[in-house]
């Protein structure tokens, strides 16, 4: 079991402070929140950690390894994996196309094997497809294997981006705002899966979201941003009692 550990990460742009001096430690195999006002920095976070921005000052290590200034294929190879806000799928593919398409990486044989298709390609593109076959069930997309992403519902396809990442076999999952945009029947939904994610497949699992109910329903650990700076930190009872996370949300009286 791995931590992550992010230390005194700074991030600007220009004249802009995102982050300031952010230091936050992953559990493994918890579900930890990182919540905050809209600008927090909460993004920029997952950011700095899956290897789409490098943080101006500060490191971030998983385990031995230093993602300081890893590339976004290189965390992922690392076992992180992150299902974005925007969705990032292929809409002119079906659901099982882009799924098969996330394991790719996974595809380790020579031109030679790929045109004979023959032992060890035939082998890793059995195993790649059992793998995906495992994520559609447990995200519950079998109707929608055959469907056009493109012409799913909003909430469907959330839970299209999400299996997506899932399919990279990650040991540490980011979600940023997974429920965006859901009705309360599709929230339900994700809630379930991010608690079976943990209790059932062992997934470590960051999750940024606004909607605090199921923040704090589901969080083993949170820590609060405002204005790039960390502003609390500690269990759901905890963090609902610092009068600095209360002054951010609502103002003072």
């Known amino acids: ?31 930890t929140s990182i919540i905050g006002p809209n600008g927090a920095g909460k993004t920029s976070i997952l950011n700095c950690i899956s290897g789409f921005y490098h943080p101006t000052k500060g490191e971030i290590h998983y385990g031995d390894r230093n993602l300081t200034h890893a590339s976004p294929h290189q965390v992922s190879n690392m076992g992180i994996a992150r299902a974005f806000q925007n969705l990032e ?22 031109i030679f094997h790929a045109i004979i298709y023959f032992g060890k390609a ?23 294997r055959r469907e056009m992403v493109g012409n799913l519902s909003y909430g469907v ?21 997974p429920m965006a945009g859901m009705n309360i029947e599709e929230k339900e939904d994700i ?46 009872e905890e963090v609902a009692a610092n009068s600095q996370v209360i002054e951010a949300y609502i103002g003072e009286e």
């Open 191 to 236: 809630v379930r899966f991010i608690l079976d994610l943990k209790k059932e497949w062992g997934i470590t699992v960051v999750l940024v979201e606004h909607d605090l109910g199921v923040v704090m329903d589901i969080s083993d650990q949170i820590y609060v941003l405002d204005f790039g700076e960390l502003i609390g930190s500690g269990r759901p």
């Open 122 to 144: 035939s082998r890793l593109e059995a195993e790649n497809r059992s793998y995906v076959e495992k994520v559609i069930d447990f995200m519950e997309l079998e109707p929608y």
């Open 157 to 177: 396809q959330k839970r299209v981006e999400v299996a997506r990442a899932l399919t990279l076999a990650p040991q540490l999952l980011l979600l940023d705002e």
């Open 1 to 31: 079991m791995t931590h992550l550990i992010v230390s005194e990460v700074t991030l600007t742009f220009g004249g802009l402070h995102a982050l300031s001096d952010v230091n936050i430690t992953i559990e493994p195999g918890l579900i």
């Open 89 to 110: 799928l292929f809409r002119g593919l079906s659901v099982l196309d882009n799924l098969l398409l996330a394991r790719h990486q996974n595809l380790k044989y020579s």
